[in-house]
């Protein structure tokens, strides 16, 4: 006889889209100081193209044409996926160019990890970076995974995302689940979860999230910073 249950402090967290919490006070002074500012992103291995990231960056400089805006993007090779390898290149490729805002987008990469696994590491990175500069205003960006729409159907968020939300919530950081967007769009006929070139060309204008289910189209690219510029507008 097999018996399961589920232990407390593990249950799956709600899906929302955008959760403020204690939001990014900092760099809302900072656009009004008009200094100089420097956007990272700290990404998993399918942002190894760019992504969403530099147009987000640059819809950023449209908005603040007096403002100069520096975006660094800090992806890596897919063959070297999740935050526990990432945590630490993270003082060398990120916190010595003393960024304002910092987005961690690892939660589509940290699937396969454990929640005891995945929240020292993540813990590890919060505190790395207020370490760093107190003013460092952070963000948790969750990418969608295929597979990831049976858990957002049900209304809950997949196991990383809810670890990575629970220490969202201990630390006060906000969070945009572009993931969940995208699932959405998928439940509601408005977009392909996959399909190759050649069948995408019998979806009209549906866009297609990926082509190769792992990398993210460029339609995607655009629907996950069209995400994060309404949320943190």
Request: proline fraction near 6%.
């Amino acid at each position: 006889t097999e018996r399961y249950f589920q232990l407390p402090g593990y249950e799956p967290v709600k899906a929302q889209e955008f959760v403020p919490r204690g939001g990014i006070p900092n760099l809302a002074a900072k656009f009004a100081a008009k200094k100089p500012l420097t956007v990272a992103c700290f990404a998993g291995g399918n942002h190894a193209q760019g992504g969403w990231f530099q147009t987000f960056v640059d819809d950023l400089g449209k908005r603040h044409p007096d403002v100069e805006i520096r975006g660094l993007l800090a992806d890596i090779h897919g063959g070297a996926r999740g935050s526990g390898f990432s945590l630490y290149r993270f003082e060398h490729e990120v916190l010595r160019h003393k960024p304002d805002l910092i987005f961690v987008d690892f939660a589509s990469d940290d699937t396969e990890t454990n929640a005891e696994s995945l929240w020292p590491t993540v813990e590890g990175i919060i505190r790395q970076a207020w370490h760093a500069d107190p003013t460092t205003d952070l963000v948790f960006a969750y990418a969608f995974k295929t597979g990831m729409e049976t858990d957002y159907a049900k209304g809950q968020c997949p196991g990383a995302v809810s670890a990575y939300e629970r220490l969202a919530d201990h630390y006060g950081v906000p969070s945009i689940n572009m993931g969940y967007r995208v699932a959405a769009m998928a439940r509601d006929g408005r977009l392909a979860i996959r399909a190759t070139p050649e069948d995408a060309k019998q979806l009209a204008d549906k866009p297609v999230f990926t082509n190769d289910g792992v990398y993210t189209s460029p339609a995607a690219n655009g629907i996950y910073a069209r995400v994060v510029a309404e949320d943190l507008a």
